[in-house]
């Protein structure tokens, strides 16, 4: 993933709401400490102290970031889990996937942390991976109050732009997606996102790019807008439909990118042209230098034999 536009690879940023079911129970003693807080509870491996330390220090601020993007005042205690290693995380969520760092469980309050990533990405990586995972906690007292779900694409977008401008993965494909009518159908991205690792990213960057949409469209205040309508009873897409006016969202917001972008995708084609030109300039003046210097060696020999006729031997 990557911020502000500060870049990390996906792999320091990605949390999961589909996600196995935890395995910390069976592995408890991977955790070794326990530190508390407002509203927090943090158990840590062996060589996370560091970064319970800097959780607690760090939780106030992700919670109200949480609490104030929705629109909410609902506070739980979460439960944090942190893992020095990638096979203490992966046992404990029981997670294939290479390039996740954070896991929530909103129906459980609770997050879990590669905390060995954020020892390579250092302090921020950790603190907007702690960030996006509370917007997801956050998400799943809304599902608990109402018994509503938001789908994960507009969850996992909200959850992008908590932690700043984001980019996540190679930063040209919602661009080539966008101009080339390859976008990923949002009602496939309700649930689930694909676990192919570029079908993934492309699926985190149309979910913030979704988010962006509302927020430039139609208002600071629209995500809260749809909570708070969700509160009252609506279903998300009756709650999305009251704030943009229509029902036709997915079809404004793929115009809004395509707008968006047109220019950049000019000049990535160009330069893609360009570099193919200009490797077919290079191969072929190699081919030319190759044959140039055969006919020179021919010539050569047919000169020196011209030379030898009038040798005896």
């Known amino acids: 993933m990557t911020t502000g536009t500060t ?24 955790l070794v400490g326990m530190a508390e807080g407002p509203n927090v509870v943090i158990h840590y491996a062996k060589g996370a102290e560091k970064w319970a330390e800097l959780a607690l220090e760090l939780f106030p601020g992700a919670n109200k970031n949480a609490l104030d993007t929705l629109g909410m005042t609902t506070n739980r205690t979460v439960t ?11 046992r404990a969520t029981g997670t294939t996937q290479l390039d996740t760092l954070g896991v929530a469980y909103p129906d459980r309050n609770q997050i879990v942390i590669d905390c060995s990533e954020a020892d390579l990405y250092g302090n921020n990586s950790f603190k907007v991976t702690l960030k996006h995972e509370m917007i997801h906690v956050a998400f799943g007292r809304l599902t ?17 732009r908590a932690m700043g401008r984001l980019t996540l993965g190679d930063p040209k494909l919602l661009v080539r997606a966008a101009n080339t009518d390859s ?35 139609y208002g ?22 009251e704030v943009i006016g229509a029902r036709d969202f997915e ?23 360009f570099t193919a030109l200009a490797l077919f300039v ?12 055969r006919t020179r060696r ?16």
């Not at 944090?80 to 992966?90: E, K, M, N, S």
């Not at 749809?226 to 439909?241: C, H, P, Q, S, Y």
Request: hydrophobic share 45%; charged share 30%.
């Open 183 to 217: 976008l990923l159908p949002l009602a496939e991205l309700a649930y689930r996102f694909p676990r192919t690792k570029v079908e993934r990213e492309l699926a985190y960057q149309q979910g913030e790019s979704t988010v962006r949409f509302l927020l430039d469209e």
């Open 7 to 30: 870049h990390f690879a996906v792999i320091s940023v990605v949390a999961a709401l589909a996600a196995p079911a935890l395995h910390s129970a069976a592995h408890a003693e991977d």
């Open 298 to 313: 021919r010539w050569e020999q047919e000169e020196q034999q011209d030379d030898d006729s009038d040798l005896y031997y």
């Open 251 to 273: 079809v404004r917001w793929a115009r809004y990118v395509r707008r968006k972008y047109p220019l950049l995708a000019m000049i990535w084609n160009f330069f893609s042209i």
């Open 144 to 160: 608990a109050r109402t018994g509503r779900r938001v789908p994960l694409w507009f969850n996992e977008g909200v959850a992008c």
């Open 282 to 293: 290079i191969f072929a003046y190699a081919v030319y230098r190759v044959r140039r210097r």
């Open 220 to 241: 600071a205040e629209s995500i809260k807008r749809i909570v708070d309508r969700m509160d009252r009873g609506f279903t998300f897409d009756e709650a999305l439909a």
């Open 80 to 90: 944090i889990h942190l893992y020095a290693t990638r096979q203490g995380y992966r």
